[in-house]
């Protein structure tokens, strides 16, 4: 079964920085991508970035550049960098990985989540 245990969310003033992380066990036929939704209040869950097994990476055209993703292969972990960090970037920020399962399926899994809240 896969896992996924995200950490390093808190409470940060504007302007400021987080590093999230998420570390991956379990395994598939093959994993594709890990990567990071959010969810603020009343909102819906909505993409932030993605990197791909050969470090490919894809982004939210709303961050402008703000956050980078990178990723640890050797210890299935993926890292979220979040830098000059606003109030509308309140959250919950969710990992998750997606990929084929043996029978060639797609499939993905999600984190519980670790809670982001930038104060003004």
């Known amino acids: 079964q896969v896992q996924l245990v995200e950490s390093g969310g808190g409470l940060v003033q504007a302007g400021g920085s987080l590093r999230l992380s998420c570390v991956r066990s379990?395994?598939?036929?093959?994993?594709?991508?890990l990567g990071w939704y959010r969810q603020a209040p009343g909102k819906s869950r909505e993409f932030v970035a993605h990197i791909t097994g050969e470090g490919k990476t894809k982004y939210a055209d709303y961050l402008k550049g703000r956050f980078t993703i990178s990723r640890d292969n050797a210890e299935n972990t993926v890292f979220l960098q979040m830098n000059s960090l606003k109030p509308e970037d309140t959250a919950v920020y969710y990992c998750?990985?997606?990929?084929?399962?043996?029978?060639?399926?797609?499939?993905?899994?999600w984190g519980q989540g670790t809670q982001v809240t930038v104060s003004s």
């Open positions: 379990g395994t598939i036929f093959k994993f594709n991508s």
């Open positions: 998750y990985t997606e990929g084929l399962n043996r029978k060639l399926v797609s499939v993905d899994y």
